[in-house]
């Protein structure tokens, strides 16, 4: 399984992004995505995950202004970030979990996509 997550960049706060993250290799639609981040000098955290039956859980941090989507038939993934905050710099990973429900710990998400950065400006 391959992840390839898209479409970080620098924006002042108040502004939005979209991340995408596309998959290749076993069947998308069985198991749970999710996105988490990484700042510098921290620990990666958990940001939003969808499971196959269209569950979804958010942080704290970024409930209500965050949105988790995901597109089986094209494999893909989605984050839409919106009212974007400096603390919400940081590199973003989307992860496959093993198992078709949502869990929120980086451990038992099986394969990872290489990050994208986002960078917010006060």
């Known amino acids: 399984v391959q992840l390839q997550a898209s479409g970080g960049g620098l924006v002042h706060a108040g502004g939005s992004l979209r991340l995408s993250c596309a998959a290749s290799?076993?069947?998308?639609?069985?198991?749970?995505m999710g996105w988490f981040r990484q700042a510098p000098g921290k620990d990666r955290e958990f940001v939003a995950a969808m499971s196959w039956r269209s569950g979804i859980y958010y942080a704290d941090s970024v409930k209500g202004r965050f949105s988790i989507s995901r597109d089986n038939a094209n494999k893909s993934v989605y984050l839409q970030m919106n009212s974007l905050k400096p603390e919400d710099t940081a590199v973003y990973y989307c992860?496959?979990?093993?198992?078709?429900?949502?869990?929120?710990?980086?451990?038992?998400?099986?394969?990872w996509g290489q990050g994208t950065l986002v960078t917010v400006s006060s």
């Open positions: 992860a496959q979990d093993r198992t078709s429900v949502i869990r929120t710990s980086p451990s038992v998400y099986d394969y």
């Open positions: 290799g076993r069947t998308f639609s069985h198991y749970s």
